[in-house]
């Protein structure tokens, strides 16, 4: 679990420069500035050159800033790293390259050389990705990992369920090996933004699985993942009951504690501490 909030997480195609400035203005933990599928071929030099001045020029307050990149197999990686290593250099804040259809630790290496300034993060979105997710997330500078559903889907020939059920050995292997080496894990897109119902239920179920936050491609998005990926009032209130508790407990010399009839120990308090902690940076993003 990540001390930072990282509940939702916004791609902005990098060519529109309106949906960039509203995002300014929206309750978003993170903003993913992309330059790969959301923009069209013909668009990508102007939309990497209007991404450079707008990270270097404009404050996004403490929304974490993640730029994705087209992968260096094609014609246009290679100067999107370029680009936005020299406006680091300028004076850009950038918290994170995202790197995408990551299928090695290796793929990871070239960007890291080109763009010094900043931490990697790893679109996991194929079938070799998954497999080398250990790998993966042991490369040094390897800080976050979004899941790829679209891809991955496209690559495993599975069909849309709403129980996600041909990704979950895919996702379960990313959380995995995330989770071994501190990395950020956010889970991948629901297609249907006007669909709020099918949102929320996929939100419920990354949460459930171990998952971070979750990517968005609308501002309607919002609110539902902020809302599913925090913790809510109850788990507030009984992380301070656990605590408590486990504290009354030690000071009798005791090691376990009961609360609702649960044994608490040792174990649980770090995740109670963790979850008022994440409650507190939570506060702080809107202050
Ligand atoms: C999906 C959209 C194309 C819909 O766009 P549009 O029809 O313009 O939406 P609205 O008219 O409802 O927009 C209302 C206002 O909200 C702003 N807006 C819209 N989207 C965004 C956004 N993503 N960030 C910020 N602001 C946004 C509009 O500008 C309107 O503002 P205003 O003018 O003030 O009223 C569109 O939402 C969109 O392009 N979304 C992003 C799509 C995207 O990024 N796709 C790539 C990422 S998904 C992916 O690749 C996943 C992964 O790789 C995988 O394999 O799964
Ligand atoms: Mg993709």
């Known amino acids: 679990m990540t001390a930072r909030p990282c509940r939702s997480v916004l791609y902005?195609?990098?060519?529109?420069e309106r949906a960039l400035e509203k995002a300014r203005g929206l309750a978003t933990d993170g903003i993913i500035f992309d330059l790969e599928d959301a923009v069209a071929p013909e668009e990508k030099p102007a939309a990497r050159k209007l991404l450079a001045q707008v990270l270097t020029d404009?404050?996004?307050?403490?929304?974490?800033?993640?730029?994705?990149?087209?992968?260096?197999?094609?014609?246009?990686?290679?100067?999107?790293?370029?680009?936005?290593?020299?406006a680091i250099a300028r004076g850009a804040?950038?918290?994170?390259?995202?790197?995408?259809?990551?299928?090695r630790a290796a793929d990871l290496d070239a960007v890291a050389d080109a763009v010094p300034g900043a931490d990697l993060w790893a679109m996991m979105e194929t079938c070799a990705g998954m497999l080398n997710a250990a790998e993966i997330a042991a490369h040094p500078r390897l800080k976050g990992m979004v899941m790829g559903t679209n891809d991955l889907a496209k690559e495993l020939n599975s069909r849309f369920r709403p129980d996600r059920l041909p990704m979950q050995t895919g996702l379960g292997l990313c959380l995995l090996a995330g989770r071994a080496h501190g990395v950020t894990l956010i889970d991948g897109v629901y297609n249907a933004f006007k669909d709020e119902d099918g949102l929320r239920f996929e939100c419920e179920q990354g949460r459930d699985m171990g998952f971070d936050g979750k990517t968005l491609i609308h501002p309607a998005q919002l609110d539902i993942a902020?809302?599913?990926?925090?913790p809510s009032e109850a788990e507030l209130t009984l992380a301070r009951r656990q605590i408590a508790a486990f504290d009354e407990v030690m000071a009798q010399g005791g090691g376990v504690a009961v609360v609702d009839?649960?044994?608490v120990e040792n174990l649980h308090i770090v995740t109670a501490r963790a979850t008022l902690a994440k409650a507190d940076a939570i506060a702080a993003m809107a202050e």
């Open 226 to 230: 902020n809302a599913a990926f925090a």
């Open 58 to 86: 404009w404050d996004f307050g403490r929304r974490m800033r993640i730029v994705r990149i087209n992968g260096f197999d094609t014609e246009w990686g290679r100067a999107d790293a370029d680009a936005m290593d020299e």
């Open 261 to 263: 009839g649960k044994i």
């Open 12 to 16: 902005i195609p990098g060519s529109k």
């Open 93 to 103: 804040r950038i918290d994170a390259i995202l790197v995408p259809k990551v299928n």
